[in-house]
T-cell receptor, first 115, second 112 residues
Framework: NAGVMQNPRHLVRRRGQEARLRCSPV?????VYWYRQLPEEGLKFMVY????????ESGMPKERFSAEFPKEGPSILRIQQVVRGDSAAYFC?????????????FGPGTRLTVL | DQQVKQNSPSLSVQEGRISILNCDYT??????FLWYKKYPAEGPTFLIS?????DKNEDGRFTVFLNKSAKHLSLHIVPSQPGDSAVYFC???????????FGDGTTLTVKP
């Protein structure tokens, strides 16, 4: 009974490179959320996806960031032309439904370091 | 504009005593509140939740209290144990919104 899987756990990129973060939700969960945690801060919502649909991307920066959750395979958070300010822990969470009473189950996170 | 605030960055208590972690929110549309516990290098783990139709929810050593008029909730841990030492995040959401809004966390240290 696997929980939310994220890989890689650690990712180092140089400025200007691309970062791809992957998230496999709990089996049977069709709702995925991405959050970002900067040092000494809480988790900030980025994007909420269902299979093949972006439901809410109000927390996503307008440029360089994109997310997808294809019909098959993991959800991907993609950051193009990374800058040092993108260094953070990125957490993915999944839930079976949109209902606010559903607990979101979090993955272990991907720690992105931009040199 | 931070909609969920945890004003105490840290809290230290003695083993066996009560830990009280506080959280305030500003958005009156929030109707579901959660507490998560987080260890270093791990993702947050769900601890306990409360719906806005209740004012108290209890689960073992953990109790969450909600004061809607004050837009305030608190997490009580009693008795506190050294293994409770972690960062505790308060989160809030509104029906069908999906996403949760998190506070910045309170680091709890329980001393043996």
């Amino acid at each position: 009974n696997a929980g939310v899987m994220q890989n890689p756990r650690h990712l180092v990129r140089r400025r200007g490179q691309e970062a791809r973060l992957r998230c496999s939700p709990v089996k049977g969960h069709s709702h995925v959320y991405w959050y970002r945690q900067l040092p000494e801060e809480g988790l900030k919502f980025m994007v909420y996806l269902q299979k093949e649909n972006i439901i809410d991307e109000s927390g996503m920066p307008k440029e360089r960031f994109s997310a997808e959750f294809p019909k098959e395979g993991p959800s991907i958070l993609r950051i193009q032309q990374v800058v040092r300010g993108d260094s953070a822990a990125y957490f993915c969470a999944s839930s079976p439904r949109q209902d606010s009473t559903d607990t979101q189950y979090f993955g272990p996170g991907t720690r992105l370091t931009v040199l | 504009d931070q909609q969920v605030k945890q004003n105490s960055p840290s809290l230290s208590v003695q083993e066996g005593r009560i830990s009280i972690l506080n959280c305030d929110y500003t958005n009156s549309m929030f109707d579901y509140f959660l507490w998560y516990k987080k260890y270093p290098a791990e993702g947050p783990t769900f601890l306990i939740s409360i719906s806005s139709i209740k004012d108290k929810n209890e689960d073992g050593r953990f109790t969450v209290f909600l004061n809607k008029s004050a837009k305030h909730l608190s997490l009580h841990i009693v008795p506190s144990q050294p293994g409770d030492s972690a960062v505790y995040f308060c989160a809030a959401s509104s029906t069908n919104a999906g996403k949760s809004t998190f506070g910045d966390g309170t680091t709890l240290t329980v001393k043996p």
